[in-house]
Each structure stands twice: as structure tokens, then as C-alpha cells.
């Protein structure tokens, strides 16, 4: 398969069912906002924060359609925020998040953002995954 620019891997990616044709610069957007949203204290419905992790599984298929130089350029920017969410996050196997939303799909290696929670619980978000099984973990700083 040819490798795509930004403009067509999002136009592939609509195709295979994403709602729009996204552009990798919106979904690094997308998950940079997240990332400072779960640092700071996600207070959103569970559903809500589901859908913002997706974010991060359009990057993840997105990486093996698009071009090498455009991976090369992307690729040093989510490292940075992959390392953040783990920082702002515990791993817990996805225990309480498969309780919103079905993981077992999911590689546990490739899509490990599915299989932590946010390190600090506030709002609906953490109402719903303290009800989950989800103990608030101290910082690690």
C-alpha cells in the first residue's frame, strides 16, 4: 500500500469509519488537550472522556498509512504526550474502564492508553470510575 500524506491517511481513516476525515495535527490537538485535561482533573462524563481517549486510537491507526517524513515529524510530539498521560494515569489492566466500555478488542500492548485511569479522580468521571474499582493513586512527583 502507498503511504499517505496527513490529508489522505485522514480520508482513509474516514472511510474505514471515522467520522470525518480527520488530520493528524487535529488528533495530536485533540489528544494534547486530553493529556492537560487528565493532569489537571477530568471532570467530564465517563462517556465523554471514552469518546476523547479515541483521540489517541485514530493516531495509533493512522501510524502504519502515512508517510515515513510525516511520522518522523509527528512522532517526537505524542512520545511527549504518551509519557505525560502515563505520568497523569495508573495502570490498573483496563479493570475499571472495561466496565464503561468494551476493551477486550483492543491490543493490550498497542492501546495501553485503555488500560489506565486518571491518576487524580474529581467530578463524574471520577464518581463513576471510584464506583469501578478505581482508588485514586498518589502523585508520583
Known amino acids: 500500500m502507498e503511504p499517505h500524506n496527513e490529508q489522505s491517511a485522514g480520508e482513509v481513516l474516514h472511510q474505514r469509519g471515522w467520522r470525518k476525515a480527520f488530520t493528524v495535527q ?14 489537571n482533573g477530568y471532570d467530564d462524563m465517563v462517556e465523554e472522556y471514552t469518546n476523547d481517549l479515541y ?16 511520522i518522523v515529524i509527528w512522532t517526537p510530539q505524542i512520545k ?5 498521560f502515563r505520568a497523569a494515569t495508573v495502570f490498573d489492566d483496563g479493570i475499571a474502564m472495561s466496565q464503561f466500555h468494551r476493551i477486550s478488542g483492543f491490543d493490550p500492548i498497542d492501546m495501553w ?12 468521571l471520577g464518581r463513576s470510575l471510584r464506583l469501578a474499582g478505581a482508588a485514586e493513586s498518589p502523585s508520583s512527583s
Not at 511527549?80 to 505525560?84: F, P
Not at 492508553?113 to 467530578?123: I, K
Open 55 to 70: 483521540s489517541r486510537n485514530w493516531l495509533h491507526e493512522a501510524w502504519p498509512i502515512l508517510a515515513e517524513r510525516v
Open 113 to 124: 492508553w485503555w488500560r489506565r485511569h486518571p491518576r487524580l479522580l474529581v467530578g463524574d
Open 26 to 39: 487535529e488528533m495530536v490537538d485533540k489528544w494534547a488537550w486530553l493529556v492537560g485535561e487528565v493532569e
Open 80 to 84: 511527549a504526550l504518551d509519557d505525560q
